[in-house]
């Protein structure tokens, strides 16, 4: 395991400050002054201060043990000249101590003088009394008094920009401040701040005091509880971002990813992205990640010349997957969240995007060894999206239409062409059975049928072209069979009654005789009455037909008389560059 996790803050009572001595730009660095003050001074804390700063701070100690404390450590050398007072407003998640939260309430001076309780306990062993249970005061409630108007205004012009945008995003959230953030607090900000204050039952001074800034920043993240969002560090992927640990854990490494499934009842996932690549492979990863189920097909997508950015939308989920190829190494991110449940999304993906952050190492594609999970289905352990139906279809002219079955466009929301083309439906002829499918960019087919007009013999073999197994095989497949007969079971003269045992995938195929010619389009089995035909009955509507159909609704077609004999390897190839997988979705 190559994780590293950082514990979330813990809440602070509101009268307790911090001497902030130092605030570096990585983790890493971090980590590195930290155990170095550690190993020097008493109550040593750090924590995630946003935009990519780490601080390394002591405490937490009242106001005024704070001043103290940090005279005597700078006068000492211990601390640097610019260490200050910091109320932790900003503080986010705790990276130091590991494993050990930090401490919630004013600590002592670390020179404290400890004498007096010394010598209460040496009287009382000396008495001859028998001892008398000590009665301990209640510690006194120390309210946080209000701050003048002045006072507001002094800590307020402590803050820094981020903090001060910080609050702006806060009343903006809340419904008082509707101009642009950008940390400066002019007419506007003022009349919000005011309005906030009349709402929630303070002076409306225009000034939010410290307890009301903290007041409204707890009520903005308020809908993160629960998130747990920690600081994690994967060596393996080389990625330390922000990940909503209290609903996703870590499942396992499968290149590329780095998988966190759900733990909880809330279907969150993330995933790490890392990988070696160049331009190639980032644009290859922007294909294959929008055939996977993670990223629905409805929702913005942007790509670059080194990165990219999707967001799925539908099916439950709304995801969000970004990654930027930089020295020859691919890295990012995807957040999966139930669709719906935006507010709180957002504020967990604007958390995962403001601490992403890469460190040396990229995933091993050796990582994850091959197991009985393994599927055609899945990519890198996830599942592919798949359309609701998949049938076959081919080429009736130069422009790239299609001839399909009827059945292949029923209720789709997208109709694809072998998986990358989007096409619509420009014909359809219920009665017959027949679709004709146009791809929305052109293409210019290897083939197109020919419909043979001559009258076909009885018993002479015929195949049909198609993808028996939806989109399993990569290229369509022959099966072999005999024509039964050039009519339907009760004499039908628009269909032929094959025999040959074809699949529900093959519906919507080509027939061809044996010179190449195209006989008619497989139909889909159906049951009729509760009746069920042999495997080996399969029918297809007659080419008279369907050149009837495609010639009423303006479609040119090649046909021929010419009955000739093709040996099956050509027939193969005149196959495959004919016909099509059609998905509907």
């Not at 937490?60 to 006068?75: E, H, K, V």
């Not at 209290?246 to 966190?260: I, L, M, S």
């Not at 495609?550 to 004999?565: P, Q």
Request: aromatic share 8%; with cysteine; net charge negative.
């Amino acid at each position: 395991m190559f994780i590293t996790f950082f514990a979330a803050l813990p809440a602070t009572a509101q009268n307790t400050v911090w001497v902030q001595v130092e605030a570096q730009p990585t983790l890493t660095a971090a980590q590195d002054r930290v155990r170095a003050y550690a190993a020097d001074l008493e109550d040593v804390a750090g924590f995630y201060l946003g935009s990519g700063w780490y601080g390394i701070v002591l405490g937490p100690y009242s106001r005024d043990d704070a001043d103290t404390l940090r005279r005597r450590l700078r006068s000492e050398g211990r601390i640097p000249r610019d260490a200050f007072i910091a109320v932790g407003d900003n503080f986010r998640q705790q990276f130091w101590p590991i494993g050990v939260g930090a401490a919630t309430t004013a600590q002592p001076l670390p020179d404290a003088d400890t004498s007096a309780d010394v010598t209460a306990e040496a009287v009382t062993q000396e008495t001859d009394e028998a001892p008398v249970e000590p009665v301990v005061a209640p510690e006194p409630v120390i309210a946080v008094p209000d701050e003048t108007v002045a006072e507001a205004r002094a800590s307020e012009a402590a803050l820094s920009r981020p903090e001060k945008e910080l609050l702006q995003i806060a009343l903006k959230w809340a419904g008082f401040y509707e101009a642009a953030i950008d940390g400066a607090f002019g007419r506007g900000t003022r009349a919000s701040m005011r309005a906030w204050q009349d709402a929630n039952n303070h002076e409306d001074t225009g000034v939010l005091t410290t307890a009301q800034r903290s007041e409204l920043i707890d009520a903005y993240n308020a809908v993160l509880r629960g998130m747990d969002l920690q600081m994690v560090r994967d060596d393996a992927t080389g990625i330390e971002m922000v990940i909503p640990t209290g609903v996703v854990e870590f499942a396992e490494y499968e290149p590329p990813f780095a998988r966190f499934d759900a733990k909880g009842d809330l279907q969150a996932r993330v995933l790490l992205i890392s990988q070696e690549g160049d331009q190639d492979r980032l644009f290859g990863l922007y294909e294959i990640l929008q055939t996977l189920a993670i990223v629905p097909m409805d929702g913005p997508r942007s790509r670059d010349s080194n990165s990219f950015v999707l967001e799925g939308i539908g099916d439950g989920i709304h995801s969000y997957t970004t990654a930027t190829l930089r020295d020859g190494q691919i890295k990012g991110f995807s957040l999966i969240w139930p669709q719906g449940d935006e507010e709180r999304r957002s504020r967990v993906l604007q958390n995962m995007q403001a601490s992403f952050n890469t460190i040396p190492g990229v995933l091993d594609p050796a990582i994850a060894l091959p197991d009985e999970d393994q599927a055609v289905d899945l990519v890198a352990g996830l599942a592919v999206r798949k359309p609701s139906l998949s049938r076959s279809g081919f080429y009736v002219d130069g422009r790239g239409s299609v001839l399909t079955t009827s059945e292949a466009v029923q209720g789709c929301e997208r109709i694809s062409i072998d998986d990358t083309h989007d096409a619509d439906v420009v014909h359809l002829d219920d009665a017959r059975g027949l679709a004709v499918l146009r791809p929305q960019t052109a293409l210019a087919p290897l083939g197109v049928a020919a419909f043979q007009t001559s009258v076909p013999r009885l018993q002479s073999e015929v195949a049909v072209s198609g993808y028996p197994y939806g989109g399993v095989l990569a290229a369509p497949s022959l099966t072999f069979g005999k024509l039964a007969d050039i009519r339907g079971l009760n004499g039908e003269e628009e269909v032929k009654r094959l025999a040959l045992a074809a699949r529900d995938g093959d519906a919507g195929g080509p027939v061809f005789d044996n010179g190449g010619a195209v006989l008619g389009m497989l139909l889909p089995r159906t049951v009729d009455n509760g009746q069920v035909l042999p495997r080996d009955t399969s029918f297809a509507v007659d080419a008279t037909e369907i050149i009837t159909s495609l010639g009423a609704a303006g479609i040119s077609i090649e046909t021929t008389d010419t009955v000739a004999f093709m040996p099956p390897e050509t027939l193969t190839l005149r196959a495959t560059d004919v016909t099509v997988l059609v998905s509907c979705w």
